[in-house]
């Protein structure tokens, strides 16, 4: 009974219709896509981590080969205080980091994806001044990956939708 209910299974999750992202490896459609993406440069600290990580994730296009995509980054990032204790300072931060971004396509300039992703993170402010400002940068830094992992994700999204057409 078990069996039949497990062939039952499989057959029922062949027949939805989902299929890997990176079927292929990296030589698949989506990874390919992926690596044809140029990062444009974004300013400040947190574009300059944010930049990084998408570079990373996207991975490296052929040498030589000129890309067909462009990725325009614009970012807000926020600290704000807030949880005041009863000698009125700050007990705890919040930082929020969010990405508006578009993917162009380089031959006809068209705006292939527009969207945007964020993240936030909640900090305890300490009395020890270093151990906050060590904290506000973890806390950035880990928000600027998240943030490009969740780019990467939309965009690989919208390829393979572009890819499977």
């Known amino acids: 009974m078990k069996r039949a209910l497990a062939l039952f299974g499989a057959l029922m999750l062949a027949g939805c219709g989902l299929q890997p992202m990176y079927a292929g490896g990296g030589s698949g459609a989506v990874a390919r896509g ?28 052929q040498a030589g080969s000129t890309p067909r995509y462009r990725l325009d980054v614009r970012l807000d990032d926020k600290l704000e205080g807030f949880a005041l204790l009863s000698d009125d300072t700050v007990g705890r931060e919040r930082r929020t980091l969010r990405a508006r971004y578009q993917l162009v396509d380089l031959n006809s300039d068209e705006i292939v994806l527009d969207a945007s992703a964020g993240s936030d993170a909640g900090i305890d402010v300490v009395s020890s001044d270093y151990a906050t400002i060590a904290a506000e940068q973890a806390a950035l830094e880990n928000l600027a990956k998240d943030v490009a992992s969740r780019i990467v994700t939309n965009v690989a999204l919208r390829l393979r939708g572009d890819t499977s057409q």
């Open 34 to 61: 992926l690596s044809d993406i140029q990062v444009a440069a974004i300013e400040g600290r947190a574009g300059w981590l944010v930049r990084n990580a998408l570079v990373d994730q996207l991975g490296k296009g």
